[in-house]
């Protein structure tokens, strides 16, 4: 094969899941390219990952900018597929584990000559994977089980992974404070799941029972304005009412305009406590350790891939239920 395109048109957390299936293509056919195909919500999750040779990224409608017209996003795909269209891809992997008819119809678009998907198609996949065909439960294990349907070769899941430029080290390492002997605690307090939302007072009990130590040092993330939707407001202002509530100089904010600056700044942190969802799995991209809150979320299913993790979930499903005594705990243990 030379030519093989991967298509994922998910959120963050999905394509992180995406990135051993890609380094398992690349040892399987050294010699292949490999093209990927994702939305623009996702870009940031592989810029510089060596095993790509080009990404092209294309914008769901509902992410059109502001004053932005329909015509001018679908215009700006039709380009986007007469570029891939010219390249002759040998295989096209659908790499949802999931049947997705809209990943279907951009790798025929696409021009693919060997479609490969989970679903029973058989008329428009070339290798349809039924539920039996996958192998393991977290989604990492099962968007790999598409390797082979191009190799015979025994190839180990690697970790996830996300590669950081010398330039995105230097700028977290300048606007992080050093610690010393102390331990660097990354809170991260949003998730777009209402039940997966920890209540701020009780991060705000986490945070000074981790400043009791005088060394320590907390870093308090969040999801900047428009990062699900243009008009998104973001969590800004409970981050705000956070740190005012905390009152301590060894707590600080850490804004982020982009998926780069977070992980720049998780690579710093020496744990990191957040809920399920995208930030979980950068964090783990990052070989992290985590407390993660999961609301009713299959933790078998989506739990971090790389690195240590404790996740604390109730038979509720909501994170509310969970005490102060509970995460400090699991933070300890991890310690």
């Not at 990952?49 to 092209?56: G, L």
């Amino acid at each position: 094969m030379k030519n093989i395109l991967v298509i994922r048109r998910d959120n963050i957390g999905d394509l992180v899941c995406t990135t051993p299936l890609l380094e398992g293509i690349s040892e399987a056919w050294p010699e292949a390219s490999i093209w990927l195909l994702i939305n623009s919500v996702s870009q940031d999750v592989v810029k510089h990952n060596p095993y790509i040779k080009q990404t092209f990224v294309y914008r769901k409608a509902k992410h059109r900018k502001k004053n932005e017209s329909w015509f001018s996003v679908y215009f700006e795909r039709l380009k986007l597929i007469l570029r891939l269209r010219r390249i002759h891809f040998d295989a096209v992997i659908l790499a949802n584990p999931q049947p997705c008819k809209y990943s279907l119809r951009l790798a025929r678009m696409a021009g693919g000559r060997h479609i490969i998907g989970a679903g029973s198609d058989n008329r428009r996949l070339n290798v349809a994977f039924s539920p039996q065909d996958f192998r393991g439960e977290h989604q990492v294990e099962r968007t790999f089980s598409y390797l082979s349907a191009i190799t015979d070769k025994i190839i180990a899941i690697p970790p996830v992974r996300i590669w950081l430029s010398d330039e995105e080290r230097q700028q977290a390492a300048a606007r992080i404070k050093p610690v010393g002997e102390g331990s660097l605690l990354g809170v991260h307090i949003s998730s777009r799941c209402a039940l997966r939302r920890w209540p701020l007072e009780r991060y705000r009990e986490i945070i000074l029972r981790h400043l009791k130590n005088e060394h320590n040092h907390v870093v308090i993330f969040w999801s900047p304005q428009g990062t699900l939707t243009p008009d998104d407001t973001g969590d800004a202002h409970r981050a705000e009412q956070l740190l005012a509530s905390c009152d301590n100089p060894r707590a600080s904010l850490y804004p982020t305009a982009s998926v780069r600056e977070l992980v720049a700044a998780f690579e710093h942190c020496d744990r990191v406590l957040c809920s399920d969802g995208g930030q979980m799995h950068l964090a783990s991209a990052m070989n992290k350790k985590q407390v993660v809150f999961f609301g009713d979320t299959d933790q078998k299913a989506w739990r971090p891939w790389s690195g240590q993790y404790q996740i604390l979930q109730t038979p509720s499903g909501n994170c509310a239920d969970v005490s102060v005594d509970d995460v400090w705990h699991q933070l300890q243990v991890l310690s």
